[in-house]
Antibody, heavy 121, light 109 residues
């Protein structure tokens, strides 16, 4: 059974780069069966799709974040990562990683438990 | 970009009652690639429905989804105490994929 776990700093300074890692267990990160994605949720607010990456290396980013986002895969560690540059307080959120079936359009499932990242000096 | 609008914002109901949640898209959602999630405080969202009407693994049959095109509905036939939560719809078939609605809170009346 696929399981995901986010990790990374809980506090990032404004203008710096937020970096998070998602460790995948119960499946291979390099499998063509899955896509991998990131979603965030500001405190007390709704969900926002950040982006996703497929086995082929294709990436899809939320247009509102595209200029600042990079999602990549590290097959040697069975992990994928998120980098968000030039952060501001508006980027404070719980960040979730998720996986999904890549064989057909499919919603993300399962999700990690989420990690809170606060942007503050 | 497809915009999803959920209504109502809050639904106040009693256990045992029927809940009807709406999700309207700004343009047609291809092949009914519409999902519903349940989120409780401090937890990650849980997938309930995909493909507009298919229940995810382990989801009780009191949860049902319907709709196509631009209008979708999540129905909870009889509310159990554990069903009081926030519900989100998401489209995942169009580019860019993954847009969420703003959520509907189902609270105890």
């Amino acid at each position: 059974q696929l399981q995901l776990q986010e990790s990374g700093p809980g506090l990032v300074k404004p203008s710096e780069t937020l970096s998070l890692t998602c460790t995948v267990s119960g499946g291979s990160i390099s499998s063509s069966s899955y896509y991998w994605g990131w979603i965030r949720q500001p405190p007390g607010k709704g969900l926002e799709w950040i982006g996703s990456i497929y086995y082929s290396g294709s990436t899809y980013y939320n247009p509102s974040l595209k200029s600042r986002v990079t999602i990549s895969v590290d097959t040697s560690k069975n992990q994928f990562s998120l980098k968000l540059s030039s952060v501001t307080a508006a980027d404070t959120a719980v960040y979730y990683c998720a996986g999904g079936d890549a064989s057909v359009p499919a919603p993300p499932d399962p999700w990690g438990q989420g990690t809170l990242v606060t942007v503050s000096s | 970009e497809i915009v999803l609008t959920q209504s109502p914002g809050t639904l106040s109901l009693s256990p045992g009652e029927r809940a009807t949640l709406s999700c309207r898209a700004s343009q047609s959602v291809s092949s009914s690639y519409l999902a519903w999630y349940q989120q409780k405080p401090g937890q990650a969202p849980r997938l309930l429905i995909y493909g507009a009407s298919s229940r995810a693994t382990g989801i009780p049959d009191r949860f049902s989804g319907s709709g196509s095109g631009t209008d979708f509905t999540l129905t909870i036939s009889r509310l159990e105490p554990e069903d009081f939560a926030v519900y989100y719809c998401q489209q995942y078939g169009s580019s860019p994929p993954g847009t969420f609605g703003q959520g509907t809170k189902v609270e105890i009346k």
